[in-house]
């Protein structure tokens, strides 16, 4: 945790420095206007876990804090309100962001350089190149795989609403391969044609849903409310991120960090791709605010929802988890539903999490890919982003099937504690 807060101090030094003038310059890499950027920054970097999460990880903060014999409900919900935006925020976005920068400086300084680990620290050791290989690939593989095994059961889980049938076996399978089909199309055709196209037309649905979400819904208690949160956020962010010793943060805040650390490799290197022509202030500031205002206005107005139904006794989100009568999926799918024109509401979430996930993986198998090759200004080929979009389907699948999504949480974990210590060397690198 104070490794991550030290990278956020570090990246706004270097932006405020004379350093953050330099411009990236890339070999065959197109440049992107501002929106088209910050689209894909978006959508690579978040996926549609932020839409699951943005409902329901409330609940959990609220059961631990309600239990304790220190916090009266309303501390409860006021913590509850501000830790899901900390997690998805500023630190959250800095440990994405520094990659970035690496990579970045490093491709200007030796522009044949491998896009991995390995090929940004010039490794020459066999033994040091391929553990380094190792690392960069199994946090990308690890991080999807969790994000992968909340993503399927959620879509499948609105498309049973919708077409009012039972979830069934059948049913995720098909979703499964609706969804598959779709990203390994989106993979095989590339960044330019389809991946840009797709990051911005979700931008855009997602604007326009949480908008409508905000007018159809309680407006007046979501804008004061955010306000409020917003307002805490600022002014405790310091003690929460050093808070190392409750059991939120040994719980939640660790895990979300190490989810940071293991999917940061995917994401730098996807960004460094689309950041020609672009400085190093632009992509720091660029990465840690749009990226951090997105997720934000996904938390406050998603999550305000769901309290304002608890606090109306309509849906009793913290009672449905902890006696475990509803899914989490489950609560998503009532809470969005609840609204007037939930029906078409519903229609319009779906969509946006298809094209989210897929955003999401096509960026992961275009690194994966990219990884691949001896240098980072060769193109990868077509055949080897579709393979690998099909590995990141199915090996994550088989394992959530056979329960093993937890176990992917523990793995990445253990993938993640080398990553801090690999970006230190990055920075040393260099400098």
């Known amino acids: 945790m104070y490794g991550s807060f030290g990278l956020l101090i570090f990246l706004f030094l270097l932006a405020s420095s004379r350093y953050g003038r330099i411009q990236i310059k890339l070999d065959n ?3 992107y206007s501002i929106f088209s950027w910050g689209s894909m920054l978006f959508a690579a970097g978040i996926g549609a876990t932020v839409l699951y999460w943005s409902t329901v990880e409330w609940i ?3 059961n631990i804090l309600k239990s304790n014999s220190n916090n009266i409900d309303s501390d409860a919900l006021i913590y509850a309100r501000i830790y899901p935006v900390f997690h998805w925020g500023f630190t959250a976005w800095a440990i994405y962001c520094l990659p970035v920068i690496a ?3 490093a491709l200007n300084n030796y522009p044949n350089s491998k896009l991995t680990f390995s090929g940004i620290l010039n490794a020459k050791n066999k033994i040091y190149r391929l553990s380094l290989d190792i690392i960069f690939i199994g946090a990308i593989i690890c991080a999807a795989g969790v994000g992968l095994g909340i993503s399927f059961p959620l879509i499948s889980s609105v498309i049973s609403k919708i077409l009012l049938i039972e979830r069934s076996f059948t049913l995720d399978i098909i979703t499964i391969a609706t969804c ?7 993979a095989y055709i590339g960044v330019q044609k389809a991946i840009k196209r797709l990051s911005s037309l979700n931008i855009i649905l997602v604007i326009i849903f949480l908008f409508l979400v905000l007018i159809l819904g309680p407006t007046k208690y979501i804008i004061e409310n955010s306000a409020d949160t917003l307002f805490f956020y600022v002014t405790q962010y310091a003690s929460m991120s050093l808070a190392t010793g409750t059991e939120i943060s040994l719980d939640w805040t660790v ?7 293991a999917l940061a490799p995917m994401v730098g290197t996807f960004l460094v791709n689309i950041s020609n022509q672009k400085t190093i202030r632009e992509i720091i500031f660029g990465t840690i605010f749009i990226g ?3 997720c934000m206005l996904c938390m406050l107005i998603l999550s305000n929802l769901s309290i304002s139904l608890f606090e109306e006794n309509i849906i009793n989100a913290p009672l449905a988890i902890e006696e475990k009568l509803l899914s989490r999926e489950d609560l998503v799918v009532n809470t969005i539903a609840s609204l007037d024109f939930g029906y078409f509401l519903l229609i319009a979430f779906a969509l946006i999490l298809i094209i989210f996930l897929c955003t999401t993986y096509d960026s992961a198998s275009y690194v994966l890919a990219s990884a691949s090759m001896n240098k980072s200004n060769i193109s990868s080929s077509k055949s080897l982003r579709l393979l690998f979009a099909l590995i990141l389907v199915v090996q994550p699948t088989l394992l959530m099937y056979l329960n093993g999504v937890d176990s992917f949480k523990w793995i990445m974990v253990i993938f993640s504690i080398p990553l801090l210590f690999i970006n230190l060397f990055i920075i040393i690198f260099n400098n």
């Open 29 to 31: 890499k197109p440049e």
């Open 60 to 62: 959990d903060y609220y």
């Open 292 to 294: 951090s205002f997105g």
């Open 180 to 186: 598959s089909i779709i990203f390994a199309s989106s």
């Open 255 to 261: 895990f979300y960090w190490a989810w940071w650390f």
């Open 103 to 105: 990579f970045s400086l």
